[in-house]
């Protein structure tokens, strides 16, 4: 009998914790499974099922906190419903298929400290958007086929520990002040069409100075990553 009770309140429990998961943020998922061909990844999704046994998917609280699905071969592009992930603070999906834009709709995952998005296919901008994440620490857009100027607003990212843009196809100017965060661990930017690398690489080598001068007692073998071109014309 106590055995009984045990599991009753044991599945009692369960599914009122599956019940408190908004229903949007259900939705979200189910538009990710959708919009990326989810019967075809290398772990796939049982959304009928509980959402927190889902592989690559954290839930606290009720809600969804992290995505990370790196080489699940999502293919497609990605849904702006995931902006109803309105806690989540890890979106994780380096080195799939996707394709299309990064949508605009995610500068409202307020709580979001890590963008990894790096080896897909993206193309478009790096919309401005993503400069309202205030809480962003990592943004991580290698390996794509991005392209325009990347947008001031990136300059308000003041905790961004690690911006990664390697190896798309973006030209213009390289946010000065955002080389200028002291916040600032690994800054790579090479493989691009920047024109300003000259001026951005003489400021973070400066911050890495002190950075390192700082630091070297918590952590000696601790330097910051600092990836950088200057163009021809800059000679």
């Known amino acids: 009998m106590k055995l009984q009770l045990t599991t009753f309140f ?16 259900k939705q979200a998922l189910a538009d990710l499974y959708e919009q990326t061909q989810g019967d075809q990844w290398n772990q796939s ?9 889902l592989p690559g998917v954290t839930v606290e609280n009720g809600h969804v906190v992290e995505i990370r699905m790196l080489f699940n071969n999502l293919n497609g592009e990605l ?5 109803q992930l309105s806690k989540l603070r890890v979106l994780e999906l380096s080195f799939n298929k996707l394709s299309g834009e990064i949508p605009t709709s995610i500068g409202s995952l307020q709580a979001l400290e890590v963008l990894a998005l790096n080896g897909n296919n993206l193309t478009g901008i790096v919309p401005a958007e993503v400069g309202s994440i205030s809480t962003l620490k990592q943004l991580h857009l290698s390996s794509n086929k991005l392209s325009g100027e990347l947008p001031s607003s990136l300059n308000e990212l003041t905790e961004l520990e690690v911006f990664n843009v390697f190896d798309n196809n973006l030209n213009g100017n390289v946010p ?15 493989e691009n069409n920047f024109i300003n690398t000259r001026e951005v690489s003489t400021i973070l080598l400066s911050n890495s100075a002190q950075v390192n ?23």
């Open 10 to 25: 044991a599945l009692i429990f369960s599914l009122a914790v599956f019940a408190g998961i908004p229903q949007i943020e």
């Open 45 to 53: 999704w049982d959304l009928s099922g509980n959402l927190e046994e």
């Open 79 to 83: 849904p702006a419903s995931i902006a």
């Open 176 to 190: 000065v002040e955002l080389a200028k965060n002291r916040n600032i661990r690994e800054f790579m930017v090479a």
């Open 213 to 235: 001068l700082t630091d070297n007692i918590l952590n000696p073998s601790g330097k910051s990553i600092i990836a950088i071109e200057s163009s021809d014309d800059e000679n």
